[in-house]
């Protein structure tokens, strides 16, 4: 009886399927490669509708990052300034300077200035900075040495797993709170060492259940 | 390939279902048995078939419509509710499980005790078990609401969210023992599929010839082939055989190891594996006697076949009356209040109705299967399959929502009322399976060709054919 397929259709179906298999595995592992936070997100620099540069207030002038986000010790939310926040200097220093027209204006019109946001957490996840900042978790922890940025990006994939990481294990990015803002701060001893003596002292233990930060 | 001729069979009489008879009946030869099979699948579909196929699929639009308003809306358009959290989907998905049953305690555990019985029966009774996991993972999956999120809830792979599963779960469980059993039932099914595929491949022609010859993989019927497959399908009916009871003894784990009363029961598991065989007998039954009349092949589905599956369907419905039995006499026994109420409440309660149902389909209504003239009495043998898959349904219903209907808190207790998408999506799985099973039996060889010419030759063997 004649064979419904070639002899060598059996040796190219043994190399082709788990050819296929192969690359297709592949080609979904890249592609879950890429989209990691890790990957897709650190390095987001949006473009800001003023050309605010924290290297030079936070980093050259010094400026405690408190000044204007100063609801950060307080509240869940750190407050992104009003504009008149950036007028209590502005209205003095550099007042006809082109990048700053949009500041005017919106201090003329009562309007805020639609900053993009750069640290974007999904709707279901409850970041408190004031729980974190008091406690003596660093600025520098999440959002890296902005005092450095001339344009701020993202620096740290904040991934469920990379908060984790932390919560599971507190004590390196623990520092004596009056240092918290003060981005390059380095210890004289080791950092876990320090972490362990605020641990026991302040009675820090992390939550790592779901309702810890999912309501 | 010449007629091998076999002595022709004096009269049989259908009625006399004794062991003597043989299990084709007729005037069986290799030939015949190969005609009558593939014929179904070689012939144009008939005008019945596409009626058929006409309304179960639009049954099974339903199914996916409803589905599409679920995901779209939210799980709220079921009934269930608190306290009844679990009600007509998680009955399904138990329900469609336990058809599944049949299939492989068929193809697995009457393979190995050399029941060659089965032969006939086993093709359309493990599609049969793949259709009803289909249909029963459906429940689960899209209970959780959001079924492409399901897959961190229920696999474990490494992730950025660092989440990782609840293994002291028996949901958890539950998620591995019905893939395994998907898995290894789907495997089982083709490897038996493979020397009656290349049949149908070898009387073909043109593309219909290209496809069964792919499917086939090659086979040659030669002596090589047949020793390695023999090796395969029995290792795969070892590994098939844990699993009939493995799998519904987790599905019963799900109830059993919490704490509600009426499901923290230890006779949960083996009251659960009865019942899942029970009503796969039932749903078997129910489907071969309609289609061993509507494709002609009652010479080789034969009496003999209806009459062993009644008794095994007897046999489980014994145990699950007796473990019906067990339950109440361990409330009474064991003097917990709690218990003791909820038994109470499933005869009396507001659902007395569902109790009485099960009781009455599951271990009253197979009695008369005692009596051989009843066995071989295919219309009442078809009711009582009717009233089988009916109870067992009711089974789990009377499970799973009147004990949660009144549970701990007597401040949170309700009735349970499905809605129109419980009805219709349960409909729909209906319609979903039968379309499946209608497909299978117009492209798939529904009888084991090769098992069945076995069974010729024992039967000559045995004398059974003068």
Known sequence: MAQTFKKSFDLQLRVFVPLVLLLGASAALSAIYLFLPSNKDVGYRPEQPVEYSHKLHAGNLGMDCRYCHNTVEKAAHAAVPTTETCMNCHHRVKTNSAKLTLVREGYAKGEAIPWTKVHVLPDYVYFNHQAHVTRGVSCVSCHGRVDQMIKVSQVAPLSMGWCLDCHRNPAPNLRPVEFVTKLDWTPDRPAEEIGREIIAQKGINPPIDCAGCHR | ?466
């Open chain 2, 1 to 466: 390939m010449a007629d091998i001729a076999i002595k022709p069979n004096t009269q049989i009489d259908l009625l006399n279902t004794t062991i003597d008879q043989p299990l084709v009946a007729g005037e069986p030869s290799y030939h015949m048995v190969t005609e009558s099979v593939c014929r179904i699948v070689e012939d144009k579909p008939t005008k019945l078939w596409f009626a058929l196929l006409a309304v179960t699929s639009s049954v099974m639009m339903v199914l996916f419509v409803m589905l599409g308003y679920l995901v779209a809306t939210g799980i709220g358009v079921w009934g269930n509710n608190i306290p009844v959290a679990w009600a007509w989907d998680i009955t399904n998905f138990v329900w469609w499980i336990g058809i599944g049953h049949a299939g492989t305690l068929i193809s697995a555990i009457l393979f190995l005790l050399r029941q060659r019985w089965r032969t006939a029966i086993n093709r359309a009774a493990e599609a049969m078990t793949l259709f009803a996991v289909a249909c029963a993972a459906i429940y689960p999956v899209f209970h959780t609401g959001r079924p492409w999120r399901a897959v961190y809830w229920l696999l474990p792979y490494p992730n950025t969210m660092q989440m990782w599963l609840n293994f002291r779960s028996p949901l958890e469980w539950d998620v591995f023992a019905v893939s395994t059993y998907g898995t290894v039932s789907l495997l089982f099914w083709y490897v038996g599929l493979l020397p009656d595929l290349a049949t149908i491949r070898d009387r073909a022609t043109g593309l219909r010839k290209q496809i069964y010859g792919f499917f086939s993989l090659g086979w040659r019927g030669s002596a090589h082939h047949w020793k390695h497959y023999e090796l395969a399908y029995m290792v795969l009916a070892g590994l098939s055989t844990p699993l009939v009871l493995s799998v519904h003894s987790i599905v019963s784990f799900d109830f059993a190891v919490s704490i509600l009363p009426g499901w923290h029961t230890t006779i949960f598991p083996p009251y659960f594996v009865a019942g899942a065989v029970f009503s796969g007998f039932g749903m078997v039954l129910t489907l071969l006697i309609i289609t061993r009349k509507a494709l002609n092949i009652e010479h080789l589905i034969t009496l003999k076949h209806i009459d062993y599956m009644c008794k095994v369907m007897l046999a489980t419905s014994m145990i699950v009356g007796y473990s019906y039995a067990t339950e109440y006499f361990i409330a009474w026994y064991g003097a917990v209040n709690g218990e003791q109420f909820a038994f109470f409440n499933r005869l009396t309660g507001p659902f007395w109705w569902a109790t009485w149902s099960m009781i009455f389909c599951n271990v009253v209504a197979p009695l008369p299967l005692w009596w051989a003239s009843v066995r071989s009495n295919i219309a009442v043998v078809f009711v009582i399959t009717i009233f089988v898959n009916i109870g067992m349904w009711f089974e789990r219903f009377v499970i799973i929502s009147i004990s949660l209907h009144r549970d701990f808190l007597p401040s949170s207790w309700d009735y349970f009322r499905p809605t129109y998408v419980d009805v219709l999506t349960y409909i729909g799985s209906i319609g979903l399976f039968l379309t499946l099973y209608l497909m299978f039996i117009k492209f798939v060889p529904m009888i084991a060709i090769a098992e069945v010419k076995g069974a010729i030759a024992q039967d000559i063997e045995k004398g059974a054919h003068h």
